[in-house]
């Protein structure tokens, strides 16, 4: 979730009437067996190429994204092969190299991150190195250095059990899209960001047969949660699904990517969202406020530039901001 208002001291926020998420797209680390230890950025309103940000902790990957209030935040991750428990960020207006913000209540990768623009979640991922996945949630303020406290857990005993789950949030809740266990059982679950405490069942389906939300990036605009690409059963996914907030459900049908995407990260404005990173493919961008359906949506938006990789992005975290 990720919000427009950089003023890092306001006592309130009043979120935008468009739900504006911001111009300014960042992906920080990622990698396969190299990694690019740098944030690169674009302009999401303008098509082109990315641009060098800043430098990231090394080796840096499987990690999550989120931001407000100007932040983009960097939620655990893998150092090489070591499971990290750190947090760090950025102020999104001004590029430069990440800084750490504070820790999580343990290590954690291959989780999700989501914001209320106050508040950011870092939800499930796995402990140790092709560990086992975990359900908890873990919680810190975004204006405010330090680290993070437990905030709940999936509901029923769950965990994440796939590898780049995607959250989305609305301002209120976060929700993510994940599978309990390989290729069976996908269940979609929230929280009230403002309020500790345990997942809700929000759905337990993606459309056209979808068991699995790897992979998958995901996008709000305040009133629709969207996910797209993505793996499963030995493939790469084309699909776009898509949520309502405000009616819990399963997901349905959006759309399609146009090409093969799988393992990036997503950033939007609140209307235009791009896709990049993932396995070297272009970066590509979609209007979320278009009519659904099964057409292929996605359009071609740059040239995403690799640092010490020079092929692929996997696994980076993915945030926006103005």
């Known amino acids: 979730m990720l919000i427009r208002s950089t003023n890092l001291t306001q006592p309130s926020f009043v979120y935008p009437t468009d739900y504006g998420q911001g111009d300014r797209g960042v992906w920080t680390g990622g990698g396969n067996v190299q990694y690019n230890n740098d944030s690169v ?3 999401i309103s303008t098509l082109g190429n990315t641009s060098v940000f800043g430098s990231c902790v090394t080796n840096l990957r499987y990690c999550a994204g989120t931001s407000g209030r100007g932040r983009g935040l960097i939620e655990g991750g893998v150092l090489a092969t070591t499971p990290t428990n750190q947090i760090n960020y950025v102020n999104i207006s ?10 999580l209540t343990g290590t954690k990768y291959d989780n ?28 810190h303020t975004i204006a405010t250095l330090g680290n993070a406290s437990n905030f709940g857990n999936f509901s029923g005993s769950r965990e994440t059990s796939n590898s780049g789950p995607s959250a989305v ?16 059982d996908l269940f979609i679950d929230y929280w009230t960001i403002s309020t500790p405490g345990n997942s809700v069942k929000f759905g337990n389906s993606r459309s056209s047969g979808i068991q699995q939300a790897e992979g998958c990036a995901g996008f709000s605009n305040g009133s629709r949660g969207i996910w797209a690409g993505g793996y499963q059963s030995g493939q790469q996914l084309h699909l776009m699904d898509y949520i309502t907030f405000a009616t819990p459900g399963n997901a349905l049908d959006f759309g399609r990517v146009a090409h093969d995407i799988e393992y990036g990260a997503g950033v939007s404005n609140g209307t235009r969202a791009v896709i ?12 979320m406020d278009t009519a659904t359906g099964t057409a292929v949506i996605s359009e071609n ?22």
């Open 41 to 43: 950025y674009i302009s």
């Open 94 to 103: 001004t590029p430069g190299n990440t800084t750490t913000f504070g820790t």
């Open 112 to 139: 999700a991150a989501v914001s209320n623009g106050t508040r950011a979640l870092s939800i499930g991922g796995r402990t140790t190195w092709t560990g086992t996945q975990q359900g908890t949630v873990d919680y």
């Open 169 to 184: 949030s609305d301002g209120s809740i976060g929700i993510i899209c994940t599978s309990q266990s390989w290729n069976t």
């Open 276 to 287: 990049g990173g993932g396995n070297g493919g272009p970066m590509e961008y979609f209007n």
């Open 301 to 322: 938006f740059g040239t995403m530039t690799y640092g010490s990789h020079p092929s692929s992005r996997l696994y980076p975290a993915g945030y926006a901001g103005d």
